[in-house]
């Protein structure tokens, strides 16, 4: 079953000579449970396409279907409770006056359910923090508990699909191991589907199963994870990024894994 099925998806910012084309036609299709990833440097379009799903960015023409709904324009519950988004950032997505308690409950006492201090220990528990991190703030935390929050956080509704929006870059590289093994695990458990920005081959080896290339709004390719390995892509772009992924990872003929 196809979980999110994006067509000829546009956005432009600005009117006239000062328009900018941000997305220029997407196709995307992406499978029930599967963890896709979009890949491309900066500025490529990869976090816009996240935010066009989940009702940040209202203004884009296509047609966006999810869970065979096909989206409006206008974001409401429906949407929160099937779609969550994991932010870059785990210290600038938290409320720094509240506590983590506070945080957890917030959108169940916005959409009316109802056991949230049991709702709130087993997502603790799911995330590998114990009882007593709901009683503190987030400056009390470190990146990597923070960013166990965030994710806490957005499977509290119980959605099907989490959009993750570069979830380790701000971490250090052996915190970002510990969140990526977290991610796959709460994906295999739950039935989770999975729609992750990254610039970082390594992270797509760890989690993806496919990605798609990006590059000045447009998609290049679109490839399996195996494939990426095996130096199978096709595009110019595409080998271009393999090659600079392993130059950093000084292991000749390897793309880097997390």
């Excluded at 409401?76 to 988004?85: E, F, V």
């Excluded at 390594?202 to 989690?207: K, N, Q, R």
């Excluded at 199978?232 to 990872?249: D, E, G, N």
Aim: proline share 3%.
């Amino acid at each position: 079953m196809t979980m999110i099925d994006i067509q000829s998806l546009d956005l432009s910012f600005g009117h006239g000579a000062q328009q900018a084309h941000i997305l220029k036609s997407i196709q995307l299709a992406i499978d029930e449970g599967e963890s896709f990833g979009l890949v491309g440097e900066s500025g490529s379009g990869k976090t816009t396409i996240l935010r066009c799903l989940a009702g940040q960015y209202n203004h884009w023409t296509g047609h966006i279907s999810v869970n065979n709904q096909r989206l409006s324009h206008r974001l409401d519950r429906a949407r929160c409770r099937l779609m969550q988004m994991v932010f870059q950032d785990p210290y600038g997505s938290l409320h720094p006056r509240h506590t983590i308690e506070s945080i957890l409950a917030e959108p169940l006492k916005i959409h009316g359910i109802d056991q949230r201090h049991e709702r709130i220990g087993q997502l603790l528990s799911k995330v590998g923090l114990d009882d007593s991190f709901r009683y503190r703030f987030p400056h009390q935390l470190s990146g990597g508990q923070r960013q166990r929050v965030a994710i806490a956080r957005a499977l509290i509704l119980e959605p099907r699909i989490l959009l993750l929006d570069e979830p380790t870059s701000a971490l250090d590289v052996s915190v970002q191991a510990e969140i990526l093994n977290l991610l796959s695990e709460l994906r295999q458990r739950e039935g989770l589907t999975y729609l992750m920005v990254t610039h970082d081959l390594g992270v797509v080896a760890h989690l993806c199963d496919r990605i798609a290339v990006m590059q000045h709004g447009e998609i290049l390719e679109v490839l399996g994870t195996d494939e990426l390995l095996a130096g199978q892509a096709q595009h110019p772009y595409t080998q271009m990024l393999i090659t600079h992924s392993r130059h950093k990872s000084e292991v000749p003929g390897q793309v880097t894994r997390v």
